[in-house]
């Protein structure tokens, strides 16, 4: 896990959905594509065989997904937030995405009197949206190849930190010239580990309002216990509002701002769905590690994954006892929580699907074939037959590493919320304390006080005490003393069992961990109180071991990152007839499947479709994940559902098609052949969490929110119909609806009541 991003002082890294171990080797054909594994490029999606992707029931041609001249699939999909996927689905920039991308921003904007967390929230005007200061959404503007470029530029350079340099340096030389006069950013991404490269140019949109968003009760029907499982009832999405400029261009909010006119949005598909019916997501999955070794596997099997396990464990038992306790502290943690708890799951999960499904037996079998292609031929041999054994014994130097390593970051770091601000505010601090009296230093006190009032707003003290003293108690007794930072080294003798003692000493006088101590330091700086800080001391011993920690896997981790470059590249010229995904790393990608049930364990086969009537059947008013708001219990008993009950009368929640996604695909669009939205992806299912690692084509599948439950939801539960007014139905199966998108994008922007 890099911490780059974290260090920054006031980056919102709360809804980072940061997949650390992840996923597998692509051996997909060319030739034979109706596999669903595999996240592609938009630009190579010609490349498919496109009559396979027929046959699999698309309707719409590479230049209809993908194109820079005229609008296309990829102008209604945007990465929000650079965590999650949205889609435009209206011509007045209206937003669909999942309920927990949206989670954060709902939670922000609800207090205890006002909990739209809780009991949900519906804008019947543009009045009535919500801001959401820093929440962003970038468009996808076109996609180039400079690999050529950039290996040109790589040519003789004999080291990966050498490498890794001028990387950064050609591809900022390139964002740059891409970019030169216009108000786009760009950025050079690596695959394959380096052996390709690919600029990438967004347009941004800072200007992003809640419009609508379900009860939890709805959104996050089933909470931790129904978590990556199937079946599943969950109406998990949310609604924003994506705005620009008078003239349409990017801008920060601004009263004067207009809804966004897209370049095009998706037309809606209340037809339903059926089995095999072919389906389509676009996304920005945020990382997998296809290619990854059973080496890598191991040590996520042995070390890697159970400690992030036990940590995350003792952090959300810690947090649940306050959020019980106080409705404010509740609605403070509920999104640091969610954050915690999924990723939680979700290495318990992996580990053991991983064992279950043989994905280290199955990686060995693929690294004995390639040893011996790479043996065979003495040019191949120089080449490549070193590669593996760089890569294992990159892990074996590692691994006496990995569990101080996580520690310093789950339950360092990352362990209680004032350890990483007092290491950001503290580095602010050293600037500010060295400056001589005038403006500027005038100017960064009130910057730094207003940075303070932002954590001190979001942070129960009490409970951010009780996470410090767990996570140090796990800390001091499960990593080695050599590995533990100064402090705790001195204290750990003397603290077995006592670390909250050690906390409430802590807390009681470090200015890092009250506000009006904070504020009145920064009125009457002092370098003495400051040096005499135990949190200033506690971060940066912290942090110490943090650089300490990369320092020491420095020659490890340079040989892993060549090994894995030079593995990927035998591997792709091992396999000339077949053409190999790159792994996601949040650029766009498509996926193609259908929908189809499964067979999880012999005997027992999981249909392809869930209902309200499965929501009913769980119901429990005593537990707060099943938990079913009184409105949708009478439109259930009425079967109330109008237009969106399927033929049988009853209305679909949720389906599974055979998509392959991953984090930061949760929000995607799922789309039909004639490039409609039926469904809102937000979760894959138990069985395949090692899906990340391996593709498990005959039991992985995408679970979506089916659109006429999100529908039904805005119209008949919350009667947002002026939402619903907004957006192109389409109610039969048919290849026009593209079209009639497209017109509608040339029409005006439809007016909503200025309340």
Request: proline letters at 4%; glycine letters at 8%; charged letters at 25%.
């Amino acid at each position: 896990m890099s911490l780059n991003s974290i260090f920054a002082p006031n980056q919102n890294f709360n809804m980072r959905k940061s997949i650390i171990i992840s996923v597998l080797l692509a051996l997909v054909t060319i030739t034979s594509v109706r596999a669903d594994e595999g996240m592609w490029l938009p630009m190579l999606i010609e490349r498919l065989n496109q009559r396979n992707l027929q046959e699999m029931g698309l309707q719409l041609t590479p230049e209809e997904i993908y194109s820079v001249n005229n609008s296309s699939l990829k102008d209604a999909i945007v990465s929000m937030g650079g965590f999650c996927t949205g889609e435009i689905i209206s011509p007045n920039g209206l937003m669909l995405t999942n309920h927990h991308c949206g989670y954060d921003a709902i939670r922000e904007n609800s207090t205890v009197d006002a909990d739209y967390l809780t009991n949900g929230f519906w804008a019947k005007s543009y009045a009535e949206e919500l801001t959401n200061p820093g929440l962003y959404v970038s468009f996808l503007v076109e996609m180039q190849d400079v690999t050529k470029e950039m290996l040109a530029a790589l040519e003789g350079v004999e080291t990966e930190s050498e490498r890794n340099q001028i990387i950064s340096a050609k591809g900022k030389e390139l964002a740059d010239a891409a970019t030169s006069d216009s108000h786009y950013e760009a950025r050079v991404k690596s695959f394959y580990a380096g052996n390709e490269f690919y600029l990438f140019v967004y347009e941004t949109f800072t200007d992003v309002r809640l419009v609508g968003a379900p009860p939890s009760s709805v959104g996050k029907y089933g909470g931790d216990t129904d978590n990556w499982m199937w079946p599943r009832h969950t109406g998990d999405f949310s609604m924003f509002r994506v705005y620009s400029g008078p003239d349409g261009k990017p801008a920060e909010f601004s009263q004067d701002n207009i809804p966004l006119k897209p370049k095009h949005f998706l037309p809606i598909s209340i037809a339903g769905v059926e089995p095999g019916d072919f389906t389509m997501t676009g996304g920005f999955p945020g990382s997998t590690d296809r290619y990854l070794t059973s080496f890598g596997i191991e040590q996520a099997l042995e070390l890697k994954n159970p400690t992030i396990v036990e940590i995350r464990d003792a952090k959300l038992a810690a947090l649940r006892e306050d959020m019980k306790k106080d409705d404010a502290v509740r609605l403070m943690y509920a999104s640091k929580y969610a954050q915690i708890a999924n990723y939680w799951k979700y290495f318990i999960g992996q580990t053991e699907q991983l064992k279950a499904n043989n994905v280290k037996a199955a990686k060995e079998k693929i690294e004995t074939d390639f040893q011996k292609w790479a043996q065979s031929n003495p040019d191949r041999k120089a080449k490549y037959g070193d590669a593996l054994k760089m890569i294992q014994t990159a892990y074996e130097a590692t691994d006496a590493n990995v569990i101080g390593g996580t520690y310093v970051v789950e339950g360092g770091l990352l362990g209680a919320d004032v350890n990483l601000f007092a290491f950001r505010m503290g580095r602010q601090l050293e600037g500010y304390l060295a400056m001589e009296e005038g403006e500027e230093k005038e100017a960064t006190k009130k910057d730094l006080m207003a940075y303070a009032e932002e954590f001190f707003a979001g942070a129960n003290m009490p409970t951010d005490k009780k996470l410090f003293a767990v996570t140090h108690e796990l800390y001091s007794k499960n990593v080695a003393t050599d590995q533990q930072p100064n402090y705790m080294k001195e204290l750990s003798g003397k603290m077995n069992g006592k670390w909250m003692k050690y906390a409430e000493k802590v807390y009681a006088k470090s200015i890092f961990t009250d506000k009006d101590r904070m504020i009145e330091f920064l009125k009457s700086p002092s370098q003495k109180a400051y040096d005499k800080d135990p949190m200033k001391t506690i971060s940066s011993d912290l942090f110490a071991i943090y650089q300490t920690r990369g320092s020491a896997n420095a020659e490890a981790n340079e040989m892993l990152a060549k090994g894995n470059r030079l593995f990927i590249a035998g591997l792709r010229e091992m396999n000339p007839g077949k053409d190999f995904y790159p792994d996601a790393n949040s650029t766009m990608r498509f996926s193609f499947g259908n929908v189809v049930d499964y067979e999880p364990k012999d005997g027992v086969t999981y249909n392809y479709f869930t209902t309200l009537e499965g929501v009913m059947e769980k119901m429990d008013p005593d537990d707060d994940e099943f938990q079913v708001p009184s409105k949708l219990v009478d439109l259930y008993k009425a079967k109330d559902y109008g237009q969106y009950a399927d033929e049988n009368g009853d209305l679909v929640v949720n389906f599974i098609s055979t998509n392959d996604i991953t984090g930061g695909n949760s929000g995607s669009p799922v789309i039909n052949g004639n490039g409609e939205l039926i469904g809102l992806a937000f979760d894959g299912n138990w069985e395949a969490m090692s899906g990340d690692i391996n593709f498990e084509k005959s039991i992985q599948r995408t679970i979506s929110v089916d659109i006429r439950y999100v529908l039904f939801m805005v119209d008949k539960y919350a009667g947002a119909t002026n939402l619903i007014e907004e957006m192109t139905l389409v109610k039969t199966k048919s290849n026009k609806s593209v079209q009639a998108a497209k017109e509608s994008e040339n029409s005006e922007i439809k007016p909503m009541e200025m309340n």
